[in-house]
């Protein structure tokens, strides 16, 4: 089995385990969706939010994106952006969004944008 597929298969069976998806048809084209509450629930476990959140809420903005990836196919993106500042990043343990200077920086980081659906279909009139 090539080495591509063989990953792939790898983190999907490893991935259900911590946030399982499906496949979703549409009457353009196919997409991934992700179960909304775990995926949530993870976000949040991640960036240190849990505890917190029991005591008071924590923000977090819904996040949309769209892309031409070739002449005729598009992708649409939906999903969550950590904005809660009194997180801690996940992939640098450091305070989100806090600089030395106690100033607010990266609020449009790719390291806190999850996407919880994903749709490919082909460019069509109907989908707007």
Known sequence: MP?????????????????????????????????????????????GLTDVGKERPINISASIDAAKLTKNITRTSAGLKMTAVQGRDPLKNKRSFIADNNSLCDLQSRNTTFFVENNFNQENKGIV
Request: net charge negative; aromatic share 14%; proline share 4%.
């Open 3 to 47: 080495c591509l597929q063989w990953i792939t298969r790898t983190l999907e069976k490893e991935g259900e385990h911590l946030c399982p998806f499906q496949m979703i048809p549409s009457d353009f084209g196919e997409g991934l969706e992700f179960d909304y509450a775990r995926t949530t629930h993870l976000v949040i476990d991640e960036f």
